[in-house]
């Protein structure tokens, strides 16, 4: 944790010397989980920059897929999805600056099998969908229930995965639109960045008063794309410390941890999406690090890292990085 | 107007035999227009099904452009764009009907000159945007103001182009999403298709009470896919008769003329709204029209027509066609 | 005819005071057809800017399908499909010259059913293929075979489509590429645009000596896009008139009737293609209609006209237009 | 490299108990270097299944870039860009053959300043390009010479970058085409991979006689994407041993490493390449290593790994792969 004292987030934020609450956002406290980000919703919590929150997050089907016999398509209800905790409101947080959010711990919540992964009807990478639309029959419903713990996931007889947390969809509120939760843009939203587990500050742009952050869908671990649409889906207990940058606009979100630097974009098709994070990254890297910016693009032309977070949203997501070595 | 009486409106919509109410939806009425189309507003109007509405639409600068010499990027505030008139609540309209909106006359409203095209930085099909990023200098900003009549537009000494207008945004409320009036999607929105003018009826998927119609954005013409990101601009006051097709139930919006069906669909890329738009095309030919599925698809490789409403907005449209004559 | 004689053919053509001589291009001259168009294939005729040629154009499939239960699978062999007729060496032409190519005539050759369509495995816009890759079962082939004459495609009892003919595949060599005959890329290809056909005009680059022109996959009609990847394809005796435009360097193909002229690009995603046909049309009219380039880039935002070709091939076409009209 | 006897080249190639003969495929042996990739090429060499080629590559612009106040666009001549080595004959090599490259060891070759790094006009990723057509001003043209060696690359004072060569071109002949080398597609080409280095295994599709082998484009490093369309290109002295894996019919290339399998996918838009990545990779691990293929499709998308090879070129490469440890 030493790299923190160095962070973006730590050298920033208004909240850095503040001692700092501890709030519960509880499924209770939560009530009705949103699944929308937006303006326009009722703030479940109000915090000060530097504070603690612990979040009981709810996997990304509400807890309906119960058994391996269960059909995604008789348990779930578009647009119900994806279920999110919040808006929590962040004291001082005004259009023009950034929320930082720094994942601490995510622990699994309620007794096993906790996981659940799916095939989900025109959803996911190799199936005709409502934005790809083929005539093709649907590929097969199939669900999987699947043990875990914070050492690993027991997928099958054959096959233990490692347990690598990380939050799907995080996010501050659009100035005007209420967007789904299934949807990532430039407000951050459904990015399944796999970066973005324990160790990682994420930056949100703030876009209306009091930032109005939103977390959920909390995976066990993913894939590089998500491929199938789903990954290890399951409910936690996320420790998070928010913070608040003033001033800092950022037109899409950045992500820290201790040895990169990633900006993320979001869109289709997917070259453009990988665009948006590396012109970020550019002007971002020459802005603030003082790189001429040709002479970035070029270096980052040689060292660059591109993860793939999904490409089966309604808009896919990549993050851009480099290493912090190359940046002293 | 003798085939209105054989289109789907007008067999199947419940205000067909309704005199109906004509209804005044004025600037003064409207009061602040919508930059959002979603449940979250508050109606300005409650009709009943068979109603006219004459709407006083402003144009999708709000008239904040006002001469040659005015820099869109200094009058111009994002996301404040492409004001709607709305929301309009279509009495008994439920979650799994249709409204449809017959366009009755659109009628420029104000003094010359009326229209206002531009090029605006960072916005336009060919240039670098926000999604499609780019490191090169944007394109310079121009701005045309435009004399037109219901004739003609009077582009220049040089050439006057033909008064063809349509309605670039026209669409019933997502479910919980509220979505910026710059983005189509299947509840319509900002589709700028050429063929949604006079004469035309448009059929909008309902998903929330009462249906919220929204309408905005006319052009006074238009060429297929809005190459620079903006039209001919203008206010006007347009005609618009609303009806509503009880348990008509359509993933996206769907266009009726003299001669024409058309199904539309929008998204990124091009060719999935193309695919969209023709899938529900040989869907709705195979329900409705009594084809085979695979007749169909084989027919529509013969004599689909394909109209390019924008490739500039956050998502594209298409809309996919066939003559009437080929369904008797 | 009379518009020919203001072409950019009849004015810039180095044959069109040459009364041409005509020649037969029989199957039997042809021999083997050619499945690639590049610089290493054998030419078999020379012919002079200004003559005719009479070209005995074999269907997409090469005749092997003959019947209604043929199985594409069965018959085809990838990737020895859409024969050309070619190459046909053009005296004098030169890299960085063009080739003009008149369609003078399309006749239907041999006994009905002329016409075939089918549905092919992986191929086609409303399925997965082998780019769009998915793991869904592919759609059923089916094959129709269809009586045609020059007034009519007998598709069904039901249906009667138009004899509305055009050269699907049509082009010069690239310079040292040799390219399958169904991908389309800035050499021309097989575009599938339903406006080649009798009385027009296209315009090819030439990249190596002598051109190298190749044509064939004649279409006896076909909707924009086609869909299901086949129209109604038929053998034929095409009636071309050639000439050569020197020094006329273009980097498409470009396309002119007697009231369009259209810029043609070919790429994926489709935004792209359509980008490149309307950047081609905006640098042409500026540089040969003295237009200014941002008026004429607004202009087009008002009148454009846009052809989806095909989005089934490996690269897929578009075509954006201007009305001659507006072009005084 | 113990790993390397239970690899599939190791244990399914014919040639993996010949002792071997080694080639030398000096710059004068080669004579004129290859720029496309296909059948109609005099072959440069021809060798056996098992035998090893220690080949003299020439940089991407085959030396003309000099020093930094060279003009790309004045030196460079398309598209004779990206000069390969090859065509080499591998006896017995069959189409529905595979052929497997080991890449032994890559060297600088000559004298310092090996490395060359530029921004092309209308190249790269963050700029409008041929496909990607805009009308902005290109970015300006940049020439950077670097100083190599087998440790590192010396970008500049400030920044020095690690030694991770990779082969950026590697094909068999398609069958018929004949591809430029600037080309990714099936059949390998430029698909600027830097899992491609010493260590890697590469398995192509044979479709013609002999195989064809071409090799060239060597990177010093390369980050994900070759964002700005160059990576540090140089000549090197490349050592790979070659061999034959009979009726092993692969669609899209393959790699292997110690640690990992991997499907390559090139084509645009990028979704559409990670889809055939994905979906060669579910196939091949369902085939080879008896996954029921919905299972390793939804364990795929818990541990898949994507990288992202380039974004820049006329098809975009990514590679899908999975961490052998979990194929037990």
């Known amino acids: 944790m030493d790299w923190m004292k160095d962070s973006i987030m730590m050298t920033k934020g208004v909240g850095k010397n503040n001692k700092g609450e501890t709030h519960q956002l509880t499924e209770k406290t939560q009530g009705t989980y949103q699944y929308t980000m937006g303006p326009y919703s009722k703030p479940v919590m109000h915090i000060k920059p530097g504070d603690t929150v612990v979040v009981e997050t709810r996997d990304a089907f509400e807890g309906k897929i119960q058994k391996e016999s269960d059909k995604p398509s008789e348990k779930l209800e578009m647009p119900f999805l994806n279920p999110q905790n919040g808006p929590i409101m962040v004291e001082g947080a005004e259009k023009g600056d950034a929320i930082a959010v720094y994942i601490d711990k995510m622990v699994p919540r309620g007794s096993n099998p906790l996981g659940t992964c799916c095939m989900i009807e025109e959803f996911g990478a190799l199936t005709g969908t409502s934005y790809t639309a083929t005539l093709n029959d649907p590929l097969p419903e199939k669900v999987r229930k699947i043990n875990l713990d914070e050492k690993n996931v027991y997928w099958s007889d054959r096959i233990t995965l490692p347990y690598k947390p990380h939050i799907g969809t995080l996010s501050c509120s659009p100035e005007i639109d209420s967007i789904n939760s299934l949807t990532p843009d430039n407000h951050g939203g459904n990015m399944d960045l796999p970066d973005m587990g324990p160790g990682s500050i994420t930056y949100l742009p703030v876009r209306s008063p009091g930032g109005r952050l939103f977390i959920g ?20 207990t996320t420790t998070i410390k928010v913070d608040l940058i003033k001033n800092y606009t950022i037109e899409w979100p950045r992500l820290e941890t201790k040895d990169m630097l990633m900006a993320i974009g979001s869109t289709r098709p997917l070259e453009d999406a990988t665009r948006i994070a590396y012109r970020e990254l550019v002007r971002w890297l020459a802005k603030d690090f003082k790189f001429d910016q040709w002479d970035i693009y070029m270096i980052l032309s040689q060292v660059g890292k591109v993860r793939l977070g999904n490409f089966v949203d309604p808009k896919y997501t990549v993050g851009a990085g480099i290493e912090k070595k190359y940046l002293k």
């Open 217 to 236: 869908d909390a995976h066990a671990c993913q894939g590089d794309g998500e491929v199938c649409g789903v990954a290890v889906e399951y409910p936690t």
